[in-house]
């Protein structure tokens, strides 16, 4: 039986048709996750929430406790996890305020904790990664994106940065020369960790602005509020249709 977690990130600190909702803080033996995870119905299918930055969003990317966030959520029994997070668009087709599921990512972080694999070891683990996002979670997706009247985008690579600071011009180029469509600076390793913990995990990344230096010379905060506000109508009303999608089509 699948069971849904949603991680919510920038614009999306609750999911505001959910029903029926308790908290729950759970303890992990790496640390405090970003918040409580939140219990509810969603379209009358049990889902669960975290809120990636905490609810408050206080927590900068490259302070997130991945490894406690992922953890908390496979300890409440999840299976399931569609990371919602909002990008910078590097591709003219893919411009702010529309949903891309990528199906490929590159790594730039450097400096979080990013295993589970390497204290106590009887073993070396290396997981494979080939395609870090889950292909059945995103046909499901993709049928809800169907569903919901929303432009299925769905071959996108998700370059992920360091953060806090959005990137120069010139490493946008480098990114693009790279191969990246996207860049966001939370979608690794958290990708990773629930692979190595085997959870399915997809990532649904709304587009909130233009990549630096792809229009005008620099980048307004103001209209990334704006898209962010837009795009999570649409976020909404994947999910909505997801669980239904998720509720009909379960493996009992
Ligand atoms: N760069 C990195 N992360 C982001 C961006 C961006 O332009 N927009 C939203 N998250």
Known sequence: MSRLAIIGGTGLSKLVNLENVSKRVVKTPYGEPSSAVTLGRLNGVDVVFMARHGYGHTIPPHRINYRANMWALKEVGITDVVAVAAVGSINHAMSPANLVL????????????????????????????????????????????SQADIPVLDKAVYGCTQGPR???????????????????????????????????????????????????????????????????????????????EMGVTVDV
């Open 102 to 145: 990528p199906d490929q990512l590159i790594d730039y972080t450097w400096g979080r904790a990013s295993t589970y694999f390497e204290d106590d070891l009887e073993t070396v683990t290396h997981i494979d990664f080939t395609s870090p996002y889950s292909a059945s979670l995103r046909d499901k997706i993709k049928r809800a994106m």
């Open 166 to 244: 959005l990137e120069t011009a010139a490493e946008i180029r480098r990114l693009e020369r790279d191969g990246c469509d996207l860049v966001g600076m939370t979608g690794m390793p958290e990708a990773a960790l629930a692979r190595e913990l085997g959870l399915s995990y997809a990532c649904c990344a709304l587009v909130v602005n233009w990549a630096a230096g792809l229009e005008g010379d620099e980048i307004s905060m103001h209209d990334i509020e704006g898209f962010a506000k837009e795009g999570m109508c649409k976020v909404e009303q994947l999910l909505k249709a997801l669980v239904y």
